[in-house]
């Protein structure tokens, strides 16, 4: 397919909407509510974490208007903003890939026993997930990967072991996004590069889809089970902060916001 300013809007959109309706027919995501459900009526927190563009998936999660109060969102930055790691850290272009970073997360985490893990990376390999992976199922936390198959199974892993995110956790996630993200190749440049180039990258958008589906079906399963869903209000809305406040007060010291 060649691209330029006329077909290209219309042939992301092509592409989106063919997704849309292949990412809800995955069985994976009642699987994945059950265990949000079972979190939940155990007192548990979901804790997400991504690094990257993946850090909008965690918080399509955690702390969003119509979705689920007992989250939290873990971040690269937790070890400067609750560690004593210097700010100058936050700018290592490889961050990401130092599975040491994981360890200082984690234990900086108000974590409980009954708490949930969702761990959102496109690619699955980079030190910083799989070692935070390992870490959480070692510590017999239940375990969510949201990621690409096609691009975690073409790469090797960047973490010692070898193993992908999507090796280590309870239920995998497919977010569809191609090897390489993006869906719309480029005509070669003739320039010399080795790589072809696309545009139009999908993962963010069908994986906070995931996330919403998850989401929509949990609180479905607590309806069903009688309970009331501990939904946030938009802050925006009238009343939506007091709503909001009243039930982070239930969570009080496990819920961290504005990081």
Known sequence: MTVNQRVAPQAFAEHIAHLVQ??????????AAGLFTKALTAGGVIQAFGSGHSEAVAMEIAGRAGGLVPTNRLALRDIVLYGDAPRAELDR????????????????????????????????????????????????HDLIAITSRAHSEAVASRHPSGRRLADLADVVLDNHAPYG????????????????????????????????????????NLLEAGEVPPVYLSANVPEGDAHNLRLEALYAGRIRRGA
């Open 22 to 31: 292949v990412v809800p027919k995955d069985p994976e995501i009642s699987r």
């Open 181 to 220: 993200d993006a869906v719309l190749p480029l005509p070669p440049s003739g320039g010399g590069s080795t790589a072809p180039a696309s545009i139009g990258a999908v993962s963010t958008i069908t994986s906070a889809l995931l996330a919403q589906l998850v989401v929509a079906q949990t609180v479905s």
């Open 93 to 140: 272009y490889d961050l990401e890939r130092d599975p040491a970073i994981a360890r200082t997360i984690l234990d900086l985490a108000p974590v409980q026993e009954h708490d949930l893990f969702v761990i959102i990376s496109n690619s699955g390999v980079n030190g910083v997930v799989v070692e935070l992976a390992t870490l959480v199922k070692e510590r017999g």
